[in-house]
């Protein structure tokens, strides 16, 4: 069973430039997007219904333009949940909780920290938005539950995750609480798949689209899947596709055994 995330920066904008083509390609059995930034009803048919996918899902946020996530799955969810219970949250469209069976996939839009200044002002309100998420998924996590987290965490949570961490210290994404508050899902038992697999430094999901930093990988590993102990048992292997699609960002993947959902 293959899972895949990417923040596609736009999804109208990403069918343009050949979404549909790599989503037929691509061999998984679900995919959540990120930052859709569109309602469902201004979606293209061929998007909202792509060949081969039984199901999809989206969620927008009430700004018109902003944020959302969608998901595509070949099998239909048992259920969908999308709120925290936190109105100015919920209302900007970051969150589905998916069900197939025994797994649980949370596709997730985590906020930016910037504020309208560029000032770090919405720090509190990312912080708040990761505890109200962790708080959701506790009573699961602690009960054994195959969960799930995948999506633009918008932290980088070690030095390695990105290119230069010494200049970004006072940055949004890099910034010593964002950075504490992934540690506390990682101390809790969450995995990060990919660090599972993968431990060399190098490897980024985001770039600067300012000319030439993509080419020269000046990057940030800011996608991630997380996994729960009773998930990751069936994980068996995790993966960063940094192949040019459009987007400032790239898809991030987990395969698992099919057994999982049963």
């Known amino acids: 069973m293959r899972i895949v995330s990417w923040n596609v920066n736009g999804l109208r904008s990403a069918h343009k430039k050949g979404f549909l ?22 979606l293209p048919e061929e998007v909202r219904a ?37 109105p100015e949250m919920d209302s900007e469209g970051r969150l589905q909780v998916a069900r197939f069976g025994r797994l649980t996939v949370v596709n997730c839009y985590f906020p930016n920290g910037n504020g309208k200044e560029r000032d770090n002002s919405r720090v509190p309100f990312k912080l708040a938005f990761y505890r109200r998420l962790f708080k959701l998924l506790e009573k699961g996590f602690r009960d054994g539950e195959r969960i799930l987290v995948m999506g633009d965490f918008n932290t980088a949570h070690q030095e390695i995750d990105l290119a230069r961490p010494k200049d970004n210290r006072e940055t949004s994404g890099f910034l010593p609480e964002e950075r504490e508050e992934l540690d506390r899902w990682i ?8 660090r599972h ?22 990057g940030w590993r800011l996608d991630y899947v997380l996994a729960s102990p009773g998930a990751m048992s069936y994980v068996k292997r995790a993966g960063i596709h940094c192949q040019i699609l ?14 999982v959902r049963r």
């Open 21 to 42: 083509t790599w989503l037929a390609a691509e061999k998984a059995d679900v995919v959540g997007v990120q930052e859709v930034r569109a309602l469902e009803s201004q």
């Open 197 to 218: 697999f993968e431990k060399g430094g190098g490897h980024y999901s985001w770039w600067s689209q300012r000319f030439g930093v993509r080419e020269r990988n000046v």
């Open 187 to 194: 101390r809790a038992g969450w995995v990060d798949t990919f």
């Open 50 to 86: 792509p060949e081969g996918w039984r199901a999809t899902h989206f969620v927008s946020a009430m700004r018109l333009g902003y944020s959302g996530v969608g998901l595509f799955a070949r099998k239909t969810p048992d259920s969908v949940e999308t709120r925290l219970g936190v």
């Open 246 to 259: 459009g987007s400032d960002h790239c898809p991030v993947s987990v395969d698992l055994d099919p057994k």
